[in-house]
């Protein structure tokens, strides 16, 4: 294989650039052309493709966001769509593409691959649901925003001894609560993937107060409800003054962590290898600490689990 491109696609992720670089270097230095294809898979279908060189992904490493740009795109849901992208690959001779995203992202990479088309799938989401790889590209970074928003947020909360709620991204998935609810301290965490009962967590609540807790930090995911639908039932059950906070697109941005460079140029690379071998079809990850790949389709038929000894940890913790 000679000529690769490259895209991002869904919600971008702190690390997405470092991915972009890692797959741009690797490619020339094993000689082969390398195109970068601009807002997704969106700018794939319109032909916004250029011929990227070595100096075009320079001083981009440590840049949230992607210098790719991003987008959603319903018409690649389409055969229609689809073949439109594929024949704009061949318009430009690209052979294989890496597809950089999150589980969207991987279902057009899996019909790019039905279509014959060679495609990897490297993990680029905040989200941290992508299955068969232990971490995605932008999780530790996303964790690093929350917990210093949580650490700011409980100063005032015990200044002002409230309960704050603070509701986070991970749209289906627990993985930012539960990680970030852990470093963070917080005394109930909520993710889609455990249940829960309203009337025990302001029981608890109750019982911290009467112990002499006068602040609380509870973290909400938002795949469960709104931080404020969840604040106005507990204060409802407790009369407790509470507060809300939202983090939002935040979590989204900021330069990437050491952690999340390092993997995001672990998973580039590899992913070029593949192509390299002439593989297509694959999506790469991180197993205990070893880069893997895996069959793009059986992925995406696998449900994402969250740790649930971490999360019986956090209960211990946060009696
Ligand atoms: O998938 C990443 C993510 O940030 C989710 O956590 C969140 O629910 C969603 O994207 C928000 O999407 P948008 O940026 O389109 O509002």
Redesign the pocket.
């Known amino acids: 294989m000679k000529r690769i491109g490259v895209l991002t696609s869904?919600?971008d992720a702190p690390g997405m650039n470092a991915a972009v670089r890692a797959v741009v270097r690797k490619a020339i230095y094993h000689e082969m052309e390398v195109f970068g294809v601009y807002q997704g898979y969106h700018g794939l279908i319109t032909g916004k493709i250029k011929q990227l060189d070595r100096g075009s992904v320079g001083d981009i490493i440590h840049r949230g966001g992607t210098m790719l740009r991003s987008a959603?795109c319903l018409e690649f849901k389409t055969i229609e769509g689809q073949k439109q992208g594929i024949a704009q690959l061949e318009k430009y001779g690209i052979e294989g593409l890496v597809v950089i995203g999150?589980d969207g992202s991987y279902m057009g990479a899996k019909a790019l691959t039905e279509h014959g088309f060679p495609c990897i799938g490297v993990p680029g989401?905040?989200?941290n649901d992508i299955p068969g790889t232990e971490f995605t590209i932008g999780f530790d970074t996303a964790l690093n925003t929350v917990i210093d928003a949580i650490d700011k947020i409980r100063d005032t909360a015990s200044s002002h001894e409230r309960t704050f709620i603070v509701e986070v991204?991970?749209?289906h998935a627990g993985d930012i609560a539960l990680w970030s609810g852990l470093a963070g301290g917080a005394e109930t965490i909520l993710i889609p993937e455990a249940p829960y009962d309203m009337n025990e967590i302001a029981s608890k609540l109750k019982r911290s107060q009467e112990r002499g807790k006068k602040h609380s930090i509870i973290v909400v995911a938002?795949g469960v409800m709104t931080g404020s639908k969840f604040g106005a039932i507990i204060e409802e059950l407790t009369g407790f003054d509470t507060r809300v906070s939202v983090l939002g697109?935040m979590?989204?941005g900021g330069t990437p962590s050491a952690a999340d460079r390092v993997l995001a140029s672990r998973l580039g690379a590899y992913a070029v290898e593949l192509l390299l071998q002439g593989k297509g079809g694959r999506a790469v990850g991180i197993e205990q600490n070893k880069i893997v790949d895996y069959d793009i389709i059986e992925a995406l038929a696998k449900p994402h689990k969250v740790d649930q000894r971490m999360y019986e940890l956090s209960q211990e913790l946060s009696i």
């Open positions: 869904g919600g959603r999150g989401t905040i989200d991204m991970g749209r938002e697109h979590q989204r």
